[in-house]
Protein backbone atom coordinates (compact mmCIF):
# COMPACT_ATOMS: atom_id res chain seq x y z
CA UNK A 1 0.00 0.00 0.00
CA UNK A 2 1.59 3.68 -1.19
CA UNK A 3 1.37 5.91 1.38
CA UNK A 4 0.90 9.86 0.35
CA UNK A 5 2.92 11.84 2.42
CA UNK A 6 1.41 15.72 3.06
CA UNK A 7 3.38 18.34 1.29
CA UNK A 8 3.75 20.38 4.10
CA UNK A 9 5.75 23.18 2.31
CA UNK A 10 3.27 23.91 -0.40
CA UNK A 11 0.34 23.87 2.94
CA UNK A 12 2.31 26.24 4.29
CA UNK A 13 2.51 28.70 1.34
CA UNK A 14 -0.58 28.67 1.27
CA UNK A 15 -2.26 28.82 4.34
CA UNK A 16 0.18 32.01 4.41
CA UNK A 17 -1.24 33.06 0.90
CA UNK A 18 -4.42 32.98 2.63
CA UNK A 19 -4.27 34.77 5.77
CA UNK A 20 -2.16 37.50 3.73
CA UNK A 21 -5.24 37.78 1.39
CA UNK A 22 -7.46 37.99 4.61
CA UNK A 23 -5.59 40.16 5.97
CA UNK A 24 -5.64 42.63 2.98
CA UNK A 25 -9.25 42.28 2.70
CA UNK A 26 -9.19 43.32 6.58
CA UNK A 27 -7.36 46.34 5.92
CA UNK A 28 -9.70 47.35 2.87
CA UNK A 29 -12.71 46.96 5.54
CA UNK A 30 -11.04 49.18 7.82
CA UNK A 31 -9.66 51.93 5.52
CA UNK A 32 -9.73 54.78 6.54
CA UNK A 33 -8.02 53.73 10.33
CA UNK A 34 -6.09 57.18 10.44
CA UNK A 35 -6.82 60.52 9.23
CA UNK A 36 -6.13 61.07 5.37
CA UNK A 37 -3.35 63.97 4.05
CA UNK A 38 -4.77 66.18 1.21
CA UNK A 39 -1.96 68.16 -0.28
CA UNK A 40 -2.33 71.08 -1.70
CA UNK A 41 0.27 72.64 -4.07
CA UNK A 42 -0.05 75.90 -3.78
CA UNK A 43 -0.03 78.46 -0.60
CA UNK A 44 -2.49 78.88 1.83
CA UNK A 45 -5.03 81.47 1.73
CA UNK A 46 -4.91 80.98 -2.05
CA UNK A 47 -8.15 80.03 -4.39
CA UNK A 48 -7.08 76.43 -4.33
CA UNK A 49 -6.27 76.24 -0.94
CA UNK A 50 -9.85 77.79 -0.07
CA UNK A 51 -11.72 75.07 -2.32
CA UNK A 52 -9.67 72.16 -1.23
CA UNK A 53 -10.61 73.43 2.71
CA UNK A 54 -14.16 73.93 1.93
CA UNK A 55 -14.45 70.55 -0.04
CA UNK A 56 -12.60 68.61 3.15
CA UNK A 57 -15.36 68.46 5.09
CA UNK A 58 -17.74 67.11 2.76
CA UNK A 59 -15.46 64.47 1.72
CA UNK A 60 -14.85 63.44 5.64
CA UNK A 61 -18.86 63.54 6.08
CA UNK A 62 -19.35 60.79 3.72
CA UNK A 63 -16.59 58.78 4.26
CA UNK A 64 -18.11 57.57 7.33
CA UNK A 65 -18.17 58.30 11.29
CA UNK A 66 -14.54 59.85 12.85
CA UNK A 67 -12.68 60.15 9.40
CA UNK A 68 -10.11 63.20 9.10
CA UNK A 69 -8.51 65.09 6.25
CA UNK A 70 -5.73 67.10 6.88
CA UNK A 71 -4.40 69.74 4.43
CA UNK A 72 -1.16 69.72 3.96
CA UNK A 73 0.63 73.13 1.59
CA UNK A 74 3.39 72.44 -0.52
CA UNK A 75 3.51 75.47 -2.56
CA UNK A 76 6.43 76.27 -5.03
CA UNK A 77 7.70 75.82 -8.50
CA UNK A 78 3.95 76.51 -9.94
CA UNK A 79 3.30 73.56 -8.02
CA UNK A 80 5.64 71.05 -8.85
CA UNK A 81 6.88 70.53 -5.05
CA UNK A 82 3.55 69.35 -4.37
CA UNK A 83 2.50 67.28 -7.33
CA UNK A 84 6.04 65.38 -6.73
CA UNK A 85 5.13 64.49 -3.13
CA UNK A 86 2.02 63.35 -3.63
CA UNK A 87 3.73 61.04 -7.26
CA UNK A 88 6.11 59.33 -4.64
CA UNK A 89 3.53 59.09 -1.71
CA UNK A 90 2.76 55.33 -0.91
CA UNK A 91 -0.35 54.25 -2.92
CA UNK A 92 -2.59 53.56 0.28
CA UNK A 93 -5.50 56.02 0.45
CA UNK A 94 -4.04 58.01 3.15
CA UNK A 95 -2.39 60.43 0.89
CA UNK A 96 -4.23 62.02 -1.78
CA UNK A 97 -3.72 65.86 -3.80
CA UNK A 98 -6.24 68.46 -5.44
CA UNK A 99 -4.38 68.84 -8.16
CA UNK A 100 -4.92 71.63 -10.55
CA UNK A 101 -4.32 72.05 -14.16
CA UNK A 102 -2.91 73.24 -16.69
CA UNK A 103 0.23 73.28 -14.38
CA UNK A 104 0.14 69.11 -13.42
CA UNK A 105 0.08 68.52 -16.79
CA UNK A 106 2.45 71.61 -18.60
CA UNK A 107 5.55 71.22 -16.15
CA UNK A 108 6.36 67.95 -17.27
CA UNK A 109 6.31 68.77 -20.71
CA UNK A 110 7.98 72.25 -20.54
CA UNK A 111 10.70 71.34 -17.90
CA UNK A 112 12.07 67.97 -16.96
CA UNK A 113 10.30 67.49 -13.69
CA UNK A 114 10.50 64.57 -11.21
CA UNK A 115 6.74 63.08 -11.87
CA UNK A 116 4.35 62.44 -15.29
CA UNK A 117 0.88 62.23 -15.47
CA UNK A 118 1.27 58.51 -15.71
CA UNK A 119 2.49 58.92 -11.64
CA UNK A 120 -1.26 59.72 -10.61
CA UNK A 121 -4.90 57.81 -9.81
CA UNK A 122 -7.47 60.04 -10.76
CA UNK A 123 -10.70 60.32 -7.90
CA UNK A 124 -12.31 63.03 -9.43
CA UNK A 125 -13.16 66.36 -10.93
CA UNK A 126 -14.60 68.99 -8.85
CA UNK A 127 -13.95 72.61 -10.31
CA UNK A 128 -13.62 73.15 -14.01
CA UNK A 129 -13.03 77.61 -14.34
CA UNK A 130 -13.29 78.69 -17.89
CA UNK A 131 -11.49 80.97 -19.23
CA UNK A 132 -12.64 84.01 -20.29
CA UNK A 133 -11.34 87.26 -22.57
CA UNK A 134 -12.64 90.77 -21.10
CA UNK A 135 -12.16 94.26 -22.39
CA UNK A 136 -12.69 97.71 -20.30
CA UNK A 137 -16.36 98.30 -20.81
CA UNK A 138 -15.24 101.71 -22.47
CA UNK A 139 -13.26 99.33 -25.40
CA UNK A 140 -14.77 99.77 -29.04
CA UNK A 141 -13.52 95.99 -29.02
CA UNK A 142 -17.23 94.29 -28.23
CA UNK A 143 -16.84 90.52 -29.25
CA UNK A 144 -14.23 87.78 -30.44
CA UNK A 145 -15.17 89.16 -33.96
CA UNK A 146 -14.07 92.75 -33.24
CA UNK A 147 -11.15 91.65 -31.29
CA UNK A 148 -9.60 89.53 -34.52
CA UNK A 149 -10.44 92.21 -36.52
CA UNK A 150 -8.74 94.90 -34.46
CA UNK A 151 -5.59 92.45 -34.18
CA UNK A 152 -5.46 92.04 -37.92
CA UNK A 153 -5.72 95.45 -38.67
CA UNK A 154 -2.40 96.06 -35.69
CA UNK A 155 -0.49 93.04 -35.92
CA UNK A 156 1.18 92.58 -32.47
CA UNK A 157 -0.16 95.90 -30.89
CA UNK A 158 -2.85 94.68 -28.93
CA UNK A 159 -1.94 94.08 -25.34
CA UNK A 160 -3.35 91.27 -23.04
CA UNK A 161 -2.87 90.39 -19.99
CA UNK A 162 -2.36 87.14 -17.90
CA UNK A 163 -0.71 85.45 -14.49
CA UNK A 164 1.97 84.10 -16.40
CA UNK A 165 3.91 82.36 -19.33
CA UNK A 166 2.87 79.02 -19.33
CA UNK A 167 -0.61 79.10 -17.41
CA UNK A 168 -3.95 77.64 -18.76
CA UNK A 169 -4.74 81.56 -19.71
CA UNK A 170 -1.56 82.46 -21.53
CA UNK A 171 -1.59 78.52 -23.69
CA UNK A 172 -5.13 79.50 -24.30
CA UNK A 173 -4.27 82.74 -26.08
CA UNK A 174 -1.24 81.11 -27.63
CA UNK A 175 -4.25 78.56 -29.48
CA UNK A 176 -6.30 81.75 -30.57
CA UNK A 177 -4.18 83.31 -32.10
CA UNK A 178 -2.80 80.23 -34.15
CA UNK A 179 -6.37 79.42 -34.85
CA UNK A 180 -7.20 83.08 -36.35
CA UNK A 181 -3.93 83.76 -37.58
CA UNK A 182 -3.35 87.36 -35.32
CA UNK A 183 -0.27 87.80 -33.17
CA UNK A 184 -0.94 89.78 -30.00
CA UNK A 185 1.71 91.38 -27.27
CA UNK A 186 1.55 89.52 -24.03
CA UNK A 187 1.75 90.77 -21.02
CA UNK A 188 2.19 88.06 -18.24
CA UNK A 189 1.52 89.54 -13.84
CA UNK A 190 2.30 88.06 -11.13
CA UNK A 191 -1.77 87.10 -10.22
CA UNK A 192 -5.13 87.92 -11.22
CA UNK A 193 -5.76 91.00 -9.06
CA UNK A 194 -2.66 92.73 -11.10
CA UNK A 195 -4.36 91.63 -14.60
CA UNK A 196 -7.64 92.57 -13.13
CA UNK A 197 -6.51 96.41 -12.26
CA UNK A 198 -4.51 96.37 -15.49
CA UNK A 199 -7.98 96.09 -16.93
CA UNK A 200 -10.00 98.18 -15.09
CA UNK A 201 -7.25 101.23 -15.38
CA UNK A 202 -6.99 100.31 -19.54
CA UNK A 203 -3.47 99.54 -19.44
CA UNK A 204 -3.67 96.73 -21.36
CA UNK A 205 -6.67 96.00 -23.67
CA UNK A 206 -7.50 92.58 -23.02
CA UNK A 207 -7.79 91.12 -19.60
CA UNK A 208 -7.21 86.86 -19.68
CA UNK A 209 -8.81 85.52 -16.85
CA UNK A 210 -10.86 82.54 -15.42
CA UNK A 211 -14.26 83.12 -15.06
CA UNK A 212 -14.93 83.25 -11.48
CA UNK A 213 -12.28 86.07 -11.17
CA UNK A 214 -14.29 88.00 -13.86
CA UNK A 215 -18.05 87.24 -13.11
CA UNK A 216 -18.53 90.13 -10.27
CA UNK A 217 -17.15 92.74 -12.28
CA UNK A 218 -19.05 91.40 -15.27
CA UNK A 219 -22.44 92.01 -13.67
CA UNK A 220 -21.50 95.28 -11.83
CA UNK A 221 -20.26 96.24 -15.47
CA UNK A 222 -17.10 97.51 -15.19
CA UNK A 223 -15.67 94.58 -17.67
CA UNK A 224 -17.29 93.44 -20.56
CA UNK A 225 -16.41 89.18 -20.65
CA UNK A 226 -16.54 88.63 -24.27
CA UNK A 227 -16.54 85.19 -24.21
CA UNK A 228 -16.21 82.38 -21.90
CA UNK A 229 -13.65 78.87 -22.69
CA UNK A 230 -16.09 76.05 -21.50
CA UNK A 231 -17.54 73.92 -23.31
CA UNK A 232 -21.19 75.19 -22.34
CA UNK A 233 -21.84 78.53 -21.05
CA UNK A 234 -21.67 78.12 -17.15
CA UNK A 235 -24.59 78.62 -14.58
CA UNK A 236 -24.00 81.78 -13.25
CA UNK A 237 -22.67 83.30 -16.42
CA UNK A 238 -26.10 82.48 -18.66
CA UNK A 239 -25.45 85.79 -21.22
CA UNK A 240 -21.79 85.46 -21.41
CA UNK A 241 -21.38 83.02 -25.09
CA UNK A 242 -18.71 80.42 -25.17
CA UNK A 243 -15.60 80.75 -27.95
CA UNK A 244 -17.50 77.58 -29.39
CA UNK A 245 -20.53 79.29 -30.14
CA UNK A 246 -18.94 82.07 -32.24
CA UNK A 247 -16.79 80.20 -33.93
CA UNK A 248 -13.76 79.54 -32.24
CA UNK A 249 -12.82 76.03 -31.74
CA UNK A 250 -11.15 77.19 -28.22
CA UNK A 251 -12.05 75.13 -24.53
CA UNK A 252 -9.42 75.91 -22.03
CA UNK A 253 -9.97 76.51 -17.90
CA UNK A 254 -8.04 75.38 -14.58
CA UNK A 255 -9.40 72.37 -13.38
CA UNK A 256 -8.95 71.22 -9.93
CA UNK A 257 -10.07 67.71 -9.11
CA UNK A 258 -8.24 64.90 -6.86
CA UNK A 259 -6.08 62.56 -7.35
CA UNK A 260 -3.74 59.91 -5.49
CA UNK A 261 -0.77 58.37 -6.11
CA UNK A 262 -0.66 55.73 -9.12
CA UNK A 263 -0.65 51.66 -7.69
CA UNK A 264 -3.81 52.98 -5.20
CA UNK A 265 -6.32 50.28 -4.66
CA UNK A 266 -8.96 50.17 -6.50
CA UNK A 267 -11.48 49.70 -3.48
CA UNK A 268 -10.19 52.35 -2.38
CA UNK A 269 -10.13 54.67 -5.49
CA UNK A 270 -13.61 53.79 -5.79
CA UNK A 271 -14.46 54.28 -1.76
CA UNK A 272 -12.61 57.79 -2.24
CA UNK A 273 -14.63 58.72 -5.54
CA UNK A 274 -18.17 57.60 -4.06
CA UNK A 275 -17.41 60.10 -0.97
CA UNK A 276 -16.00 62.92 -3.58
CA UNK A 277 -19.28 62.73 -5.71
CA UNK A 278 -21.76 62.48 -2.69
CA UNK A 279 -19.51 65.93 -1.45
CA UNK A 280 -19.77 67.55 -4.59
CA UNK A 281 -23.89 66.56 -4.76
CA UNK A 282 -24.35 67.94 -0.89
CA UNK A 283 -26.23 71.26 -0.57
CA UNK A 284 -24.47 72.68 1.82
CA UNK A 285 -21.66 72.98 -0.15
CA UNK A 286 -22.88 73.68 -3.09
CA UNK A 287 -23.85 76.98 -1.68
CA UNK A 288 -20.33 77.57 0.14
CA UNK A 289 -19.20 76.75 -3.61
CA UNK A 290 -21.43 79.41 -5.05
CA UNK A 291 -20.48 81.98 -2.22
CA UNK A 292 -16.84 81.23 -3.62
CA UNK A 293 -17.45 81.53 -7.22
CA UNK A 294 -17.05 78.09 -7.92
CA UNK A 295 -17.42 76.69 -11.27
CA UNK A 296 -18.49 73.01 -9.69
CA UNK A 297 -17.71 70.01 -13.03
CA UNK A 298 -17.92 67.20 -11.63
CA UNK A 299 -16.20 64.39 -12.80
CA UNK A 300 -15.81 60.67 -12.25
CA UNK A 301 -12.38 58.73 -11.94
CA UNK A 302 -12.70 57.75 -16.32
CA UNK A 303 -13.51 61.05 -17.23
CA UNK A 304 -11.69 62.88 -15.62
CA UNK A 305 -8.00 60.73 -16.48
CA UNK A 306 -9.28 60.78 -20.24
CA UNK A 307 -9.93 64.31 -19.77
CA UNK A 308 -6.37 64.96 -18.19
CA UNK A 309 -4.51 62.74 -21.23
CA UNK A 310 -6.51 64.30 -23.86
CA UNK A 311 -5.16 67.78 -22.53
CA UNK A 312 -1.93 66.34 -22.39
CA UNK A 313 -2.57 65.72 -25.90
CA UNK A 314 -3.15 68.92 -26.91
CA UNK A 315 -0.20 71.14 -24.47
CA UNK A 316 2.12 68.66 -25.61
CA UNK A 317 1.13 69.71 -29.63
CA UNK A 318 1.57 73.39 -28.56
CA UNK A 319 4.72 73.14 -27.38
CA UNK A 320 6.10 70.73 -30.22
CA UNK A 321 4.92 73.58 -32.65
CA UNK A 322 5.81 76.33 -30.62
CA UNK A 323 7.55 76.81 -26.89
CA UNK A 324 6.01 78.93 -24.76
CA UNK A 325 9.21 79.08 -22.78
CA UNK A 326 12.05 79.96 -25.42
CA UNK A 327 15.62 79.11 -24.76
Not at 189 to 206: M, N, P, Q, W, Y
Request: glycine share 10%.
Amino acid sequence: MKIIKPRVGMFLKTLSLTMLCSASISAMADYPERPIKMIVAYGAGGGTDIAARTLAPYIEKYMGENVSIVIENKPGAGGEIGFTQLANSSPDGYTIGFVNTPNLITIPIQRKARYSLADFTPIGNVVDDPGAFSVSINSPIKSLGDLVSYANKNPGKLTYGTTGIGGDDHLAALAFEKQTNIKMKHIPFKGSADVRTAALGEHIDLANMNMSEAIADGQEGNLLILGQMGESRWSEAPNVPTFMEQGYDVVSGSMRGLAAPAGLPSDIQKRLEKALEQAVSDPEFVAKAKEQNLPLSYMNSNDFGATLQRLHDTYNAIWTAEPWIKG
